[in-house]
Nanobody
């Protein structure tokens, strides 16, 4: 069973910083794309930033220049450094990973999606 465990959320003032972490636990052959999503109250869950296994990154426009996604493949972890936080960044942040459980062709060709439980980020004065 694969679990994604997130940490690092909290309350911060506008302009402040937070660093989110997400670590994968369980029997895993390989982790491909790792992505941070967020969901504000009454809104859909949106992609914030993603990173491939080889380090290629992608960001939604609203966080470019403020957020940085990174990963440590040895630790099976992904991070989101969030700077210059704004009230509109307030949301529950979720970690997602595409995981191959084994080295079989089927698992590598069709990795499974796993989600963390989410961590609350609140930006308020």
């Amino acid at each position: 069973q694969v679990q994604l465990v997130e940490s690092g959320g909290g309350l911060v003032q506008p302009g402040g910083s937070l660093r989110l972490s997400c670590a994968a636990e369980g029997s895993i052959f390989s982790i491909y794309d790792m992505t941070w999503y967020r969901q504000a109250p009454g809104k859909q869950r949106d992609m914030v930033a993603s990173i491939t296994k080889f380090g290629r990154t992608n960001y939604t426009d609203s966080v470019k220049g403020r957020f940085t996604i990174s990963r440590d493949n040895n630790k099976r972890a992904v991070y989101l450094q969030m700077n210059s936080l704004k009230p509109e960044d307030t949301a529950v942040y979720y970690c997602n990973a595409k995981v191959a459980l084994s080295g079989t062709f089927r698992d590598i060709a069709s990795p499974k999606d796993y989600w963390g439980r989410g961590t609350q980020v609140t930006v308020s004065s």
